[in-house]
């Protein structure tokens, strides 16, 4: 799809923060955001957004020079598909609400798309829990 090509280049051209100590600044400096309104999502299956997911986190990893943490989530109220990366291997990750964690990149995928699918009122389902669903991978382990 055009939409995830153009921010995949652009994620390409940029450099990573690993130096800063402030995990939340490196986390900050480290994301990026895309967005897909209801045209580009009626054009997009959930096999796009999975591999969108995999192709991200293959360009973070060959950008970080040590281990890091990729992770990935939804922000329902940006309507936003988010990720970034942080230095070392964490399960403590900046975000001030409560988290569940999927190793899965498969499971992100399907939950960013039943939550689109809610948001663009193509069926009921919405966000089941309270809980933000983030996808995490360790990388150059």
């Not at 992100?108 to 193509?122: E, N, S």
């Amino acid at each position: 799809m055009k939409i995830f090509e153009d921010i995949l280049l652009a994620i390409r051209k940029e450099e990573l923060n690993e130096g800063t100590m402030d995990m939340v600044q490196m986390a900050s400096d480290n994301m990026w955001a895309i967005s897909l309104d209801e045209t580009s999502y009626r054009e997009c299956t959930l096999n796009n957004i999975a591999e969108f997911i995999f192709d991200v986190q293959e360009i973070f990893r060959c950008k970080c020079s040590r281990e890091s943490t990729f992770y990935v989530w939804f922000d329902e109220m940006a309507v936003q598909i988010r990720f970034s990366c942080i230095t070392g291997h964490t399960k403590s990750l900046p975000f001030k609400t409560n988290i569940d964690i999927t190793y899965d990149h498969i499971d992100i995928a399907g939950h960013i798309f039943r939550l689109l699918d809610g948001l663009y009122g193509l069926s009921d389902s919405g966000s089941l829990s309270v809980n933000l669903l983030v996808y995490v991978n360790y990388i150059n382990e």
